[in-house]
C-alpha cells in the first residue's frame, strides 16, 4: 500500500489515501508482520502522506450481543484488529458504516451499536480513532443524520477516539445534503456547525451521486458525471470547517490513469478562484 501511494504522489501528487487492512468481504483477523507494518508506517512518514483504513464490508456495528453472542464478538475482533493495523502502518483510524439494525425497536439497533463500540473502545487502547460514516438511507434510515452521530459519540466511553467520515453521495441521496444548488450546501454547513459535528470530521468521501436525491440508492459516480453540481461541491470542500480534512475517492476508475481527470477537478475544487 505505501510503496503504490508513493508511486500515485509522484505521479498525480495524491497525498492522501485509503485501503483495506484486509480481505474486505471477510471479518476473519489478519495476522500481520509488525516489521513490514512499521516499514509502511515509516514510508509514508518520511513522503508526509496521511492514510485511513475502511473496515470489512460485512462488518455490522449492530450486530446484538445479547442476540447473537458469537457472531458479535466476530464484528468485534475484526474491528479491533482493523484498529491495529491502523495505529502500526501510522493510519488515522478505521472508517465504518454506522450499522444495520434488522429489529423492529430501533431504540434496541442504537443499543447494540454503543455496546459493539464501547466494547471495542474497552478492548483496543491505542490512538488510531473508529470513524463513524454516514450511510445512504436504506435498513430503515439509520446512520443517515447527523444528530445521529453526533448523539452516539457523545454516549460512548471514549468519545474523544471516536470521529466521524462524511461521505458526499450518502449525504445527497438519503436527503441530508440538498446538493443541487449552493444554498442546500450553507444549511448543511450551518446544520452541522450547529451540533458541534464538523470538529470530528477527519476524512470527506468525495463521491458524485449516480441516483437522485433522497432515492437513497447508494451508487457512486465519477466526479462531475452523476447529480451532485461541482458548484456545490466546491462550497463544500472549500469551507473552513473542512479545512485541512482528508479527502478520498471512491468513484469507479475511468480507464488506465484511474482517476486523474477526477484528482484535477478534486484540486480545482480546493484552489480555484
Not at 455496546?115 to 473508529?130: E, F, R
Not at 447508494?218 to 451532485?228: P, S
Not at 472549500?238 to 469507479?252: F, I, R
Request: charged letters at 20%.
Amino acid at each position: 500500500m505505501a510503496e503504490r501511494a508513493i508511486a500515485l504522489y509522484e505521479q498525480e501528487g495524491c497525498s492522501s489515501f485509503q485501503f483495506f487492512a484486509k480481505n474486505p468481504r471477510s471479518l476473519q483477523v489478519k495476522h500481520f508482520i509488525a516489521t513490514e507494518a512499521e516499514r509502511c508506517r515509516q514510508l509514508m512518514e518520511l513522503y508526509r502522506l496521511r492514510s485511513v483504513i475502511h473496515s470489512a464490508y460485512p462488518l455490522n456495528l449492530a450486530t446484538s450481543i445479547h442476540d447473537q453472542l458469537e457472531a458479535a464478538i466476530q464484528h468485534i475482533h475484526s474491528l479491533c484488529n482493523d484498529l491495529e493495523i491502523a495505529e502500526a502502518t501510522g493510519a488515522i483510524g478505521v472508517v465504518v458504516h454506522f450499522g444495520v439494525v434488522k429489529k423492529s425497536n430501533r431504540l434496541e439497533g442504537y443499543r447494540d451499536i454503543l455496546t459493539t463500540l464501547n466494547t471495542v473502545l474497552t478492548m483496543y487502547k491505542g490512538p488510531a480513532l473508529i470513524l463513524l460514516e454516514n450511510q445512504a438511507g436504506l435498513y430503515g434510515g439509520i446512520g443517515s443524520t447527523l444528530e445521529e452521530h453526533v448523539q452516539i459519540k457523545q454516549l460512548c466511553i471514549a468519545p474523544d477516539r471516536v470521529g466521524f467520515c462524511f461521505d458526499t453521495c450518502h449525504a445527497y441521496v438519503s436527503g441530508l445534503w440538498h446538493a443541487d444548488d449552493c444554498l442546500g450546501t450553507e444549511q448543511l454547513i450551518r446544520h452541522g456547525e450547529q451540533l458541534g459535528y464538523w470538529d470530528d470530521v477527519e476524512v470527506v468521501h468525495v463521491n458524485d451521486a449516480a441516483e437522485p436525491f433522497g432515492s437513497m440508492r447508494d451508487r457512486h459516480a465519477q466526479l462531475g458525471k452523476g447529480h451532485i453540481s461541482l458548484a456545490a461541491m466546491k462550497e463544500l470542500l472549500s469551507a473552513s470547517q473542512l479545512n485541512g480534512v482528508m479527502n478520498v475517492l471512491e468513484t469507479p476508475a475511468s480507464d488506465v490513469s484511474l482517476h486523474h481527470a477526477e484528482w484535477e477537478i478534486l484540486r480545482q475544487l480546493h484552489y480555484s478562484n
